[in-house]
């Protein structure tokens, strides 16, 4: 089992992007989904989380303000809408899944990543 992603692509700075996160074979509503990034050279972040519990959403500092995650229940989906794209938010994102009760940013399932280039 494995979450997908889609949506990436290139951007200049300042622009938007919406990348989404979907599971195939299993109902996203019942897990924790949490957005990871990876820049080059850099370790992974995880940058957005919606619990499965109560719906809360958390994200970290780098992004707060400009990033918005929520889910779609109609399409079994969540969405990371990103605004105000900057050259540092380039990277691979990827999507996880944690089972009911998962904390952010810990998954049972991960996706293969979609790239994300934000430059001029």
């Known amino acids: 089992l494995q979450v997908v992603e889609s949506g990436g692509g290139s951007v200049q700075p300042g622009g938007s992007l919406r990348v989404s996160c979907a599971a195939p074979?299993?109902?996203?509503?019942?897990?924790?989904v949490s957005w990871f990034r990876q820049a080059p050279g850099k370790e992974r972040e995880g940058i957005a989380c919606v619990s499965s519990s109560d719906t809360s959403t958390y994200y970290a500092d780098s992004v707060k303000g400009r990033f918005t995650i929520s889910r779609d229940s109609t399409k079994n989906a969540v969405w990371l809408q990103m605004n105000n794209l900057q050259p540092e938010d380039t990277g691979i994102y990827y999507c996880?899944?944690?089972?009911?009760?998962?904390?952010?940013?810990?998954?049972?399932?991960w996706g293969q990543g979609t790239q994300v280039t934000v430059s001029s």
């Open positions: 996880a899944a944690g089972f009911m009760g998962k904390k952010c940013y810990d998954y049972d399932y």
């Open positions: 074979e299993f109902t996203l509503h019942y897990y924790t």
